[in-house]
């Protein structure tokens, strides 16, 4: 099970310090947007901060990721989003499904392997 959190936790560190840093730097043209993706996508930028946020967020774990520091904190921190990527994909864009799919799986198989940790959260 420590190899496969270790190639799993890679795996996303890599997808989101891609996802991040091509954002900041710019690195890829945006692909066009239509129908109620581009309005979801509209409102975020409407914001003024989220997406930098997110982005922002993304760096964080995916440094965390790809070193091996603060793994524990950064599962959790990485929960809503990975919960906002993939029902952004099953509602609004069908296409991203496998790749969303795989960085929420991917988060819920990482809590899972550190459950006892985080067993204290949820006692009464």
Not at 1 to 19: C, D, N, P, V
Not at 28 to 57: C, D, H, Q, R, W
Not at 65 to 78: C, E, M, P, R
Not at 104 to 111: E, K, V
Request: proline share 5%; aromatic share 14%; with cysteine.
């Amino acid at each position: 099970m420590r190899i496969a959190t270790i190639i799993i936790r890679s795996l996303i560190g890599l997808l989101l310090l891609f996802a991040s840093i091509s954002y900041f730097l710019h690195l890829f043209p945006e692909p066009p947007l239509t129908g109620n993706m581009k309005t979801f996508n509209e409102g975020l930028k409407a914001s003024g901060y989220l997406v930098t946020l997110v982005k922002i967020i993304e760096l964080i774990c995916g440094l965390s990721f790809v070193a091996g520091k603060f793994n524990k904190i950064t599962y959790i921190l990485l929960m809503p989003i990975s919960v906002n990527i993939i029902c952004t994909h099953i509602f609004l864009a069908p296409e991203g499904i496998p790749v969303a799919s795989f960085l929420f799986l991917g988060n819920i198989f990482l809590l899972y392997s550190k459950w006892d940790s985080y067993k204290g959260l949820f006692t009464a």
